[in-house]
């Protein structure tokens, strides 16, 4: 049976433009074999504020997709029917979904919220409360470095490595 599946020829992977489980991450496009050097930071904004005990599960969840969700909304607009969402682990292969994912755990703690719980934050300047994803979205679009505050119980650099690759792609791959 596997030995009569079609497959393409050539030395790359084809890339399906219109899949929602797998895309082709934007990591290296634009990418020069010079770095840019480094530069000042001026004017910039805290997008999260986290007390102790973050972990990858909420920085990158690997659980259900909620309906009202940034990923949601992608999947939504590319004609998938909301039971068709499945989970962000299964679509772990689609940086678009993946980055609507990022701090998206229905269980996280963001300071700025006074207590609230969910994937949420305060835009500065504008104080308008929006999901992590779309507030990233207005930073980057308005040329605005941000960074997180993360407090930690113990040193966990596992997390940290991981939770620099997600903000680095949500914020500046676009």
Not at 116 to 144: C, M, R, W
């Amino acid at each position: 049976m596997w030995n009569n599946l079609s497959v393409p020829s050539g030395t790359l992977y084809a890339w399906d433009p219109t899949s929602t489980y797998i895309h082709e991450p934007p990591y290296f496009k634009n990418m020069t074999m010079s770095p840019p050097g480094s530069h000042g930071v001026k004017d910039a904004f805290c997008l999260l504020n986290f007390g102790d005990s973050i972990t990858t599960d909420h920085i990158s969840p690997a659980g259900s997709i909620h309906k009202d969700s940034p990923a949601a909304r992608y999947l939504i607009e590319r004609g998938v029917d909301r039971r068709d969402f499945n989970s962000y682990g299964s679509r772990r292969g689609n940086d678009e979904v993946m980055a609507r994912g990022t701090f998206a755990n229905i269980r996280i703690v963001n300071k700025f919220l006074n207590g609230e719980v969910g994937p949420k934050t305060i835009h500065i300047p504008s104080g308008e409360k929006l999901s992590v994803f779309d507030a990233a979205q207005v930073i980057f679009l308005n040329h605005v470095i941000c960074w997180c505050i993360i407090q930690c119980f113990y040193f966990a650099s596992d997390i940290l490595h991981f939770l620099r690759n997600c903000v680095f792609y949500l914020i500046c791959c676009w």
